[in-house]
């Protein structure tokens, strides 16, 4: 015969466990609306902080706990977006999202020989389309209300009556804001006809990757595109060029002084948000995390990480 202690804790476990189970998700919600896998954890912190704040009574009051974390980390999100605007206004260079390794390449994970845990943001990201660089920055050029109402519906597929009650404002007006967005999504895709397939993503990076290591110019300026840009978020911490680098040519011989000034440079090929990408090593340690749009054949953007509060999934396993 249970005792009545026991009788609750048997009934609440399951309540538990269909909280804690929301973690994933909310990860994946609060990083593709933020672009920082720090802040989402901090988002995600904030509403489980929020949740087990109310009184027990409130807590079985709420129908669905799903819905109710689901609602609180969109409408934390949204007042960070609102202050990282200004945040980012002072920040030192460019700033770009943070990059994310595969779940069997970052820090800490099963290629340190560790198990991923529950509690490892990082490998609580599903990558996919919507993480991968180039689609996350079309996201920072969205309004903070056409940022949560595209994540919410398309990427979540979230009908508008629900994201009208996240958002405080009408279905249409949420569509109206999904549409706006998409059609942002639209205007920085690359046409379909030029994207490089999945298959030759790989070897043309690799092949950027040895003609970056021979100091090979000629070989460089032709896997760039001639109007190619590369951008760096050194963050004030790290050097970095303040400005975009602009042109095939200009960047070219923008990495072959970033392999003169630090000789012993070490280029290895990892999934960056999904995608082929390069992480720079020096000495052992990651000093940058490189993302690469691809299209036509070629290297059109390079977006190089190189604040080190932003590499923390990346350090520790060698990657």
């Known amino acids: 015969m249970s005792t009545p202690v026991e009788s609750v804790r048997r009934r609440s476990e399951p309540d538990l466990s269909a909280v804690v189970g929301e973690r994933r998700q909310l990860i994946n919600l609060s990083y593709r609306m933020l672009g920082s896998l720090a802040e989402a954890e901090d988002a995600v912190q904030e509403t489980y902080t929020r949740w087990y704040a109310m009184s027990r009574r409130q807590r079985e009051a709420v129908e669905s706990p799903g819905a109710w974390l689901t609602t609180v980390a969109s409408r934390v999100c949204l007042d960070l977006l609102g202050s990282a605007r200004v945040r980012r206004e002072r920040y030192v260079g460019a700033w770009i999202p943070e990059p994310l390794p595969d779940r069997t390449e970052w820090g800490g994970g099963p290629a340190a020989g560790g198990a991923a845990g529950p509690g490892d ?12 660089m180039a689609f996350l920055i079309v996201l920072e050029a969205m309004t903070p209300a056409e940022r949560v109402a595209f994540v919410l519906h398309d990427v979540f597929r979230y009908p508008f009556a629900e994201v009208a009650g996240i958002l405080g404002r009408s ?33 043309l990076v690799r092949e950027f990757k040895e003609a970056w290591e021979a100091k090979d110019i000629k070989a460089l300026v032709g896997l760039l595109a001639p109007d190619a840009t590369m951008t ?64 036509g054949g070629r290297v059109t ?13 990346w350090t520790g396993n060698g990657a």
């Open 301 to 313: 953007h390079i977006w190089a990480v190189r604040n080190p509060e932003k590499l923390r999934p």
């Open 121 to 132: 943001p990082a490998d609580q990201v599903t990558l996919d389309e919507s993480v991968n």
């Open 171 to 203: 279905p249409a007006a949420c569509r109206q804001l999904a549409t706006s967005a998409r059609r942002r999504v639209r205007a920085a895709q690359a046409p379909a006809a030029a994207t490089v397939p999945a298959a030759g993503q790989a070897g």
């Open 232 to 295: 760096a978020d050194g963050g004030g911490l790290a050097g970095a060029a303040l400005r975009p680098v602009e042109g095939g040519e200009r960047i070219a011989q923008y990495l072959i002084h970033i392999s003169d000034k630090a000789p012993g440079l070490t280029l290895l090929e990892r999934t960056v948000n999904g995608r082929p990408g390069l992480v720079a090593q020096h000495t052992g340690t990651t000093v940058t995390v490189a993302a690469l749009g691809l299209s």
